[in-house]
């Protein structure tokens, strides 16, 4: 007997809650409808709590699972182009506007990004034309230049992402 | 998500509703983007952009929005010394262009589905295709013609937007 007083007694705290929770808008938006839904809600919990419990419960955990580390962007040496100096980049990046709507520097309107870049480069580097899918919830394909080392590749430019789905 | 305010693109003459934000790869390969002040659930991205198609070629030519600091984002803020025209020549892929009336209004970015959807696709800035997709027709007697966001909330204290 103590069990079903302890178990109704949890369902009705749940209820209470319940009500609390929706006092303003039940009070604002008074319908018989509305009553009439908040007492079927009341007795459902009053009744049937473990399982809304173990709903709650259950999807926090399965939603957690499903959460996956974003996959990192990265470009394999093998799926680089042929090596250019970075000369040779900027000759042939140029951007060419009959209005002259763009910056007469390589890169054009994408060139302070370029310079940043082109910053962090050692001397005498080797860049390489590289075009690549990427899936990180859309599927883009990303183009641009990655400079040459004789490790992984770790350092790349883009010059245009382009969503594919 | 509420449905997004489109884009403006002028286009053989017309003023069209462009269902696609090329500013949005600009800031991704820039790698920087001011900070906007956000002045709708129908705004996220903070400014709407007026585009033209000129002979074959995609320019930013306007931009209206508001920064954090409630000053306007103009088109020398973002691209100095080109205050009037910017060639998007970092722009890659098809824009979408609803056209003719609502079929199915959803109330989510640009998901909403209109008679035709022309699509414009641009390499580097450049129009390299033009199509037309029918996804169908309109009962007679259904609302005008037009892009369409049926709900939106505007944050308190700050300028809202409206489609020109």
């Given at each position: 007997m103590i069990w079903v007083f302890g178990y109704l007694t949890l369902g009705a705290l749940s209820g209470v809650l319940l009500l609390m929770t929706n006092?303003?808008?039940?009070?604002?938006?008074?319908?018989?409808?509305?009553?009439?839904?908040?007492?079927?809600?009341?007795?459902?919990?009053?009744?049937?709590?473990?399982?809304?419990a173990f709903y709650l419960i259950y999807d926090s955990v399965v939603r957690r699972l499903r959460v996956r580390p974003k996959p990192a962007f990265k470009i394999l040496r093998r799926e680089l182009g042929q090596a250019l100096s970075i000369?040779?980049?900027?000759?042939?990046?140029?951007?060419?506007?009959?209005?002259?709507?763009v910056p007469a520097l390589p890169f054009g309107h994408l060139n302070p990004?370029?310079?940043?870049?082109r910053a962090g480069l050692a001397s005498g580097?080797?860049?390489?034309?590289?075009?690549?899918?990427?899936?990180?919830?859309i599927t883009e394909r990303y183009v641009g230049y990655a400079e040459v080392g004789n490790g992984p590749v770790t350092r790349w430019f883009f010059t245009s992402i382009r969503r594919i789905a | 998500m509420t449905a997004q305010m489109p884009e403006r693109l002028t286009y053989k003459g017309e003023k069209l509703s462009l269902a696609e934000q090329p500013l949005s790869a600009f800031f991704k390969l820039a790698r920087s983007k001011p900070a906007m002040a956000e002045t709708s659930s129908a705004l996220w991205r903070g400014y709407i952009g007026s585009w033209e198609i000129n002979d074959g070629r995609l320019y930013l030519i306007d931009i209206d929005g508001e920064l954090e600091d409630g000053s306007a984002l103009t088109l020398d803020l973002l691209f100095p010394g080109f205050p009037d025209r910017v060639f998007a020549h970092?722009?890659?892929?098809?824009?979408?262009?609803?056209?003719?009336?609502?079929l199915d209004y959803i109330h989510a970015g640009y998901a909403s589905v209109y008679e035709r959807d022309l699509i414009l696709s641009i390499e580097c800035g450049v129009v390299v295709r033009e199509t037309v997709r029918h996804n169908g027709k309109a009962p007679k007697g259904s609302g005008p013609e037009g892009y369409r966001i049926e709900a939106l909330t505007a944050f308190g204290g700050?300028?809202?937007?409206?489609q020109k």
């Open positions: 006092y303003d808008d039940l009070r604002h938006d008074f319908s018989f409808e509305n009553l009439v839904a908040f007492v079927l809600a009341v007795i459902i919990l009053l009744t049937l709590w473990p399982f809304l000369e040779a980049v900027e000759a042939n990046e140029r951007v060419e506007d009959p209005l002259g709507a990004a370029w310079v940043q870049f580097s080797q860049l390489a034309p590289f075009s690549k899918i990427h899936k990180d919830g | 970092w722009y890659s892929g098809d824009m979408r262009i609803p056209q003719g009336k609502l700050r300028k809202a937007r409206t």
